[in-house]
T-cell receptor, first 112, second 114 residues
Framework: DAKTTQPNSMESNEEEPVHLPCNHS???????IHWYRQLPSQGPEYVIH???SNVNNRMASLAIAEDRKSSTLILHRATLRDAAVYYCILSETTSGTYKYIFGTGTRLKVLA | EPEVTQTPSHQVTQMGQEVILRCVPISNHLYFYWYRQILGQKVEFLVS????????KSEIFDDQFSVERPDGSNFTLKIRSTKLEDSAMYFC????????????FGDGTRLSIL
């Protein structure tokens, strides 16, 4: 089962920052934290990932708690195109390849 | 930007028939995956593939499923004797390496079993 917990849904106003939380209290030392989003009728799209340090890229920022038991995806200025289901995923392996275990994610609604 | 492509986008098949879903991963990627998503449900891992063999498979991936990389560019998922409950979106993904690099997903094949 998914090892992450996220709110089912969130709303944001357009042009405002959005903070999407994720709890992963059972994370192991080698688990990476990945964020993906899924727009309607599309496959999951990579957003950002990290291990211990905060990360920034052109899409978003990832803030990782010092104990790594939680993380927050930050969209700095939400647009209508950011409306999607956002998944926080811990990659895990038992064989050398890393499978993703998806949870139910957070459905983000962006209000114009 | 290179992307994972999947064909067909929609496949309709009679129950009991065999179906092959096709994927072209990103060209320099070494690790390949299939996932499925039943309508309204979570994305579920099916199988991972590396070095021409299955690395890991889930409980869903039973004897009716098989994967193959027939020609160095395509990656296929075959479902023998399809069942109604096989109706779902099937996503292919690929990655350059293991945890350091993300998996890139295609837009999926919608499989409808009648």
């Amino acid at each position: 089962d998914a090892k992450t917990t996220q709110p089912n849904s969130m709303e944001s106003n357009e042009e405002e920052p959005v903070h999407l939380p994720c709890n992963h209290s059972t994370i192991s030392g080698t688990d990476y934290i990945h964020w993906y989003r899924q727009l309607p009728s599309q496959g999951p799209e990579y957003v950002i990932h990290g291990l211990t340090s905060n990360v920034n890229n052109r899409m978003a920022s990832l803030a990782i708690a010092e104990d790594r038991k939680s993380s927050t995806l930050i969209l700095h200025r939400a647009t209508l195109r950011d409306a999607a289901v956002y998944y926080c995923i811990l990659s895990e392996t038992t064989s050398g390849t890393y499978k993703y275990i998806f949870g139910t994610g957070t459905r983000l609604k962006v209000l114009a | 930007e290179p992307e994972v492509t999947q064909t067909p986008s929609h496949q309709v098949t009679q129950m009991g028939q065999e179906v092959i879903l096709r994927c072209v991963p990103i060209s320099n990627h070494l690790y390949f995956y299939w996932y499925r998503q039943i309508l309204g449900q979570k994305v579920e891992f099916l199988v991972s593939f590396y070095n021409n063999e299955i690395s890991e498979k889930s409980e869903i991936f039973d004897d009716q499923f098989s994967v193959e990389r027939p020609d160095g560019s395509n990656f296929t998922l075959k479902i023998r004797s399809t069942k109604l409950e096989d109706s779902a979106m099937y996503f292919c993904a690929s990655s350059e390496a293991r945890s350091l690099q993300p998996q890139h997903f295609g837009d999926g094949t919608r499989l409808s079993i009648l």
